[in-house]
């Protein structure tokens, strides 16, 4: 499965932004799928996930409410919805897709891999 994620940018805090991944092979509809992001200087860290249903979804504190993820298994893909944007939010943003998980939370979750796309928040 190849994973392209596009939709990043320069945004002025408070702003949104909406990220797509697209995936490569159907299969992906069968699977977890989420984002993560790694922010200058630190190590990459789980932002959101959803199973392969749409029916669970997680989130860690620091951007629930703010931030939503979807997905589209007829178009094989999933989104993040970004809002209220913080410059604490700046990173590299990766979708995942999991293997033999319900949902994708943790780095050993991920079977597959995106290119990242670059998210930067102004103050």
């Known amino acids: 499965v190849q994973l392209q994620a596009s939709g990043g940018g320069l945004v002025q805090a408070g702003g949104s932004l909406r990220l797509s991944c697209a995936a490569s092979?159907?299969?992906?509809?069968?699977?977890?799928a989420g984002w993560f992001r790694q922010a200058p200087g630190k190590e990459r860290s789980f932002v959101a996930s959803?199973?392969?249903?749409?029916?669970?979804?997680r989130y860690p504190e620091a951007v629930k409410g703010r931030f939503s993820i979807t997905r589209d298994n007829a178009k094989n893909a999933v989104y993040l919805q970004m809002n209220s944007l913080k410059p604490e939010d700046t990173g590299v943003y990766y979708c995942?897709?999991?293997?033999?998980?319900?949902?994708?939370?943790?780095?050993?979750?991920?079977?597959?891999w995106g290119q990242g796309t670059q998210v930067t928040v102004s103050s």
């Open positions: 995942a897709a999991g293997v033999g998980s319900s949902l994708v939370q943790t780095e050993t979750q991920v079977g597959y």
């Open positions: 959803i199973s392969w249903d749409g029916g669970s979804r």
């Open positions: 092979m159907s299969t992906f509809a069968n699977s977890a």
